[in-house]
Structure formats: C-alpha cells, structure tokens
C-alpha cells in the first residue's frame, strides 16, 4: 500500500499502540499497515492523522476512519434534487475558552440563493438559522473545464493533515496528496494563471467529518461566479455509488449543504488567543408543508 506518511518535522506520536489497535478493530489491523508502510514512533506510538490516512485507504471497510466516512458521506448517493433542494438549518458556533476579544465568522448564504435569519450573537456564541439551496450549471469555459479534468488526472488523494500543512500547495504537485484548503488554493491559482478572476471561499458543510470546508468561485465566461469544488471530486471517490454530478468537469454543482462565510482560505471562522477548536453544530430543521 502506498500512502503519505506525515514529514518528520511535522509529526506528533499522539497515539498508543492500544489506542491504534482500538481505532483499527484490531492488532493484525493495525500489524498490516505497518508492514504496509505506516510509521512507528519511539514507544510504539503513532501520529494520528498518519493512523486515520492509512486506515482510511486500507480496503477493509471495517476501520474508525473508513466507516466513518462511509456514514459522513452517504449523502453523496443523493439524486441531484436532494442535493440542489431547498434546506433549512439551525447554525450555532461557539468557543469554550475565556479568551477576550473574540471573533465569531457569520454565515452568508445570500450570495448562493439562501438566507440568514434569526442570528443572535453573543460574546462567545454565534447562531442564526440558515436556509441554503443548491445550484447545478454548466462551465461554458472550455479552459476551465480542462483544468478541472488536469486537476482531476493528477491523481491527488484526499488527506488529514496537521494545521501547519493544511495549506500546503507543494504538496498537490509533489506528493499528490491534498487538503480542500490546499486543493482549492491550486485550482484557484491554475485559473488565475488561465486569465480568470478566481478565488477561495471557506465556510461549513453539512454532513461532513470536518465542517469547515473550503472550494473555489470563479468567473466564468459568462460572467456568472461559480462554484468548483476540487476535494468533492476526491472524496466521492471513496464513495460507491457516488453522484456522477460530483465529479464531472463540465459542470459547477454547488450542493445545498454548503454554508459559507465571507473569508477565503487563510481565514478562521474562530479569531482568538488561545488557538481552541471552536464548536460548530449544524441541525436540520424540519420543513412544514
């Protein structure tokens, strides 16, 4: 199995071997990997964002990571209604710490159809309810669709990586591995270097492992901004079944679960000292007929 191992300068041997034997169900699990390549640190110990890429790509099915995935992403089977259909949900983000200021990214829906409404904010809290409706067009960009194909036959896989390397942009062309912060900093770059006013956008998705997503705007020639989005097209991958719409090149699918702020990559939808993860919750709410 070939997969990227963390850089030594980066790793942290966070992870007991009984822990790693418990996330891979089991010693011979986790025996396997190593001898396909997964690192060992001093003690027995593991870095765990090295565990949950090997695992995820270990061809079982039965580790923490793969089905994990398996239920995060289900949504990808979707037909392209339920993924472009009106939806509304209840949006909180908020921080535990005592840090003072701090400050709390808002949702913008507005420019992709949607709304915001009912949003209260406090010194540590941000919630608001949020409805978010998907959009399915064309790239009538022949140059942009080549370069979402090229970005496609790279063959880049999707990775967990420490904060440090998340954006990371050597690493799409030199390891072939990719964050969608990485992945949509590239992409970003290929259609500017092609002539187009393009750029990040970061904000939640729903369904997702790790919420805070990024993807691409770019102005297409027909003046209209659409959505590309690199890493779906890698994480439906790792879907059976997966919505051909996810991965197709000559068309923008902006699906209804993504919720976006007004930063691009580089941004944090937490600004505060101490660095905490905040706590995002994103609850569907029930649509009356």
């Known amino acids: 199995m070939t997969a990227f191992a963390i850089p030594l300068a980066h790793r942290q041997d966070d992870t007991s071997r009984a822990a790693a034997i418990e996330m891979l169900g089991g010693a011979d699990a986790l025996d396997a990997l190593v001898?396909?390549?997964?690192?060992?640190?001093?003690?027995?110990?593991?870095?765990?964002?090295?565990?949950?890429n090997f695992a995820l790509r270990s061809g079982g099915?039965?580790?923490?990571?793969?089905?994990?995935?398996?239920?995060?992403l289900r949504w990808m089977r979707s037909p392209a209604e339920a993924l472009l259909e009106p939806r509304t949900s209840r949006f909180s983000l908020s921080l535990t710490c005592s840090c003072d200021p701090v400050t709390l990214a808002r949702p913008h829906?507005?420019?992709?159809?949607?709304?915001?409404?009912?949003?209260?904010?406090?010194?540590?809290?941000?919630?608001?309810?949020?409805?978010t409706v998907g959009s399915?067009?064309?790239l009538r960009s022949e140059i942009l669709r080549d370069e979402v194909e090229a970005f496609a036959n790279l063959g880049v896989r999707w990775v967990k990586l420490p904060d440090a390397l998340r954006e990371d942009v050597d690493l799409v062309t030199a390891h072939r591995v990719a964050t969608c912060e990485s992945a949509s900093l590239y992409l970003a770059?290929?259609?500017?270097?092609?002539g187009y006013l393009a750029d990040t956008r970061i904000g939640w998705v729903l369904g997702m492992l790790d919420l805070v997503h990024a993807w691409v705007e770019v102005v297409d020639d027909d003046g209209v901004t659409k959505v590309v989005d690199p890493v779906f097209a890698l994480l439906a991958d790792l879907v059976p079944g997966a919505n051909p719409l996810l991965t197709d090149p000559?068309?923008?699918?902006?699906?209804?679960?993504?919720v976006p702020t007004d930063l691009t990559v580089g941004g944090r939808v937490a600004g505060h000292a101490c660095g905490a993860t905040p706590r995002t919750k994103i609850t569907p709410v029930k649509e009356t007929p």
Request: proline fraction near 7%.
């Open 250 to 258: 000559a068309v923008a699918l902006r699906t209804n679960r993504l």
């Open 136 to 138: 399915l067009v064309p």
């Open 189 to 194: 770059r290929r259609f500017r270097d092609a």
């Open 109 to 131: 829906a507005e420019p992709y159809g949607g709304s915001v409404s009912d949003v209260t904010a406090a010194t540590r809290e941000l919630t608001a309810t949020v409805r």
């Open 35 to 52: 001898r396909g390549g997964l690192p060992v640190g001093p003690d027995d110990r593991f870095d765990s964002h090295d565990l949950f």
């Open 61 to 72: 099915g039965r580790t923490v990571p793969e089905q994990a995935f398996a239920f995060a």
